[in-house]
């Protein structure tokens, strides 16, 4: 089975905010403009949209559910506490511990 490759596991916000990045030269301070954001606000996102790619990309990942609630993390959309109970708890299901 082939892994999906990172970006076709991005959401279409996500997608729509690195092409405002792109056609803003990478200037976050243009893209908090666009949005009417803050620059703090606009880092933050920027900050979390790399996380989830790393860990769409991070091939030592297990499975597509690990990939998957590692960017859950990177978003700010699960805890590192739960993150960690429910891999521990999908790693004993898989491995029937």
Same mark, same amino acid.
């Given at each position: 089975?082939?892994?999906?490759?990172?970006?076709?596991? $991005? &959401?279409?916000?996500?997608?729509?905010?690195?092409?405002?990045?792109? $056609?803003? &030269?990478?200037?976050?301070?243009?893209?908090?403009? /666009?949005?009417?954001? &803050?620059?703090?606000?606009?880092?933050?996102?920027? *900050?979390?949209?790399?996380?989830?790619?790393?860990?769409?990309? *991070? &091939?030592?990942?297990?499975?597509?559910?690990?990939?998957?609630?590692?960017?859950?993390?990177?978003?700010?959309? $699960?805890? /590192?506490?739960?993150?960690?109970? $429910?891999? /521990?708890?999908?790693? /004993?299901?898989?491995?029937? *511990?």
């Amino acid at each position: 089975m082939t892994q999906k490759a990172w970006f076709d596991e $991005l &959401s279409a916000e996500d997608l729509q905010f690195i092409r405002r990045f792109i $056609l803003a &030269s990478g200037s976050l301070k243009a893209v908090a403009q /666009e949005y009417g954001v &803050s620059y703090p606000t606009v880092r933050l996102r920027l *900050d979390r949209l790399i996380a989830k790619i790393q860990a769409l990309e *991070d &091939s030592r990942e297990r499975s597509p559910f690990h990939r998957k609630v590692r960017a859950l993390m990177a978003e700010g959309r $699960l805890g /590192e506490r739960e993150a960690r109970a $429910l891999l /521990e708890a999908h790693d /004993e299901t898989v491995n029937g *511990d």
